[in-house]
């Protein structure tokens, strides 16, 4: 099942508000995270993701060239730019959360940022079998299924590579709709009790502005799916965290192992959190290549075929097809043009206007045919 354009829409709407609210100072809700809050939340991502990241580089895994997935503000990817000397691209479907890559880049005081692109994850406009490490944190769970993103993810992946994720829901029989919960990131909602967070967690129905704007978020993605989403991989090292309210001695379970009866009973009555390690058969090579040498046409890619962009000033171009692809406001922008038009129609004449058809020749030299 693919992700309706109406989920994407609502996904870029919803997004250009945040970005408006956040970087702009322009009031649009009374229910998101604002000022010093917010501000706390993005460093304590930064800090995880040095924490977790490190740690698969301790173990050897190679994190560079990355493509992060849904990275809105880019706050993981400018700490793998700035601290894990990692470079790679940040993408996301939402202009305006890469937008505020260079706002969040200043508050953190970081020089590097990720090349930024915004795309369809349905579409990853990377050559099969060329990054070494993909990774996403609360991303799949936007998706009807996983499924599609996952074959995405597994076809860019380099042999021997990984794909790292974190922070997805896995749902569980006991819960129950019986009240409405606040929204999640109101101040109401902050301040529970522990108590209340665990009533919430087992019999509140909790609401969002994402939802309000058509945006899936599906918290009640099955064990089954996971498994199924995850098995197109060879091999899985993930894990669920059942009972999180618990945060010094949460349940945990190997999201493929059967073994163990009352914790499997405990995952499958609760739920709980997924994350984990994804990885490709295969030696993991040195290929000397940088993220920019990976990049694909999305028109062409949409006819099946991998078609290697060139660059020139602001502007990436395909030999094959003709076709130009801008980069505005330091985002660079990797949709066929149909799906261009779909979603981002009001850009459509800004990028025409600012980057005139240009021939391949001028991208790849006097040679290039």
Known sequence: ?????????????????????????????????????LLEIVRNRVAKTYDQIGRLQERGITTSPYVEIGAERCQRSLAMENELGCHGAATDISFYSLKSCDYYGGVL????????????????PFLSNSVPFL??????????????????????????GCFFFDEEPLGGKMRFDLYKVGKIHSPENLAKSKIRTLSDALFGNPSCNEAEYGIIENHRLSLGSWRSALSTFDKNEVFVKTLKSL???????????????????????????????????????????GIEDVIVCPECLSSNAETKLGRRKGVFCCRKCGENYPIVDGVVFLFSRATLNELYPEMLDRIQSAFPQESASQCFGAGAK
């Open 135 to 160: 990774f996403c944190y609360e991303a799949l769970h936007h998706f009807p299924d996983p499924a599609p993103v996952a074959r995405q993810v597994y076809r860019v992946l380099a042999p021997g």
């Open 109 to 124: 005081h970081y020089d590097r940022a990720p090349l930024r692109i915004c795309c369809d994850a349905y579409n990853l």
């Open 247 to 289: 945060k010094r001695n949460p349940l945990e379970t190997d999201l493929f192992d059967e073994k163990s009866y009352l914790k499997r009973v405990a995952r499958h009555l609760f739920g709980g959190g997924v994350s984990g390690c994804c990885f490709k058969a295969g030696n993991a090579k040195n290929m000397n290549l």
């Open 1 to 37: 099942m693919q992700q309706p354009v109406g989920a994407k829409k609502g996904e870029i709407e919803f997004r250009k508000k945040l970005y408006e609210q956040e970087v702009l100072g322009e009031k649009k809700f009374d229910d998101e995270f604002s000022g010093e809050k």
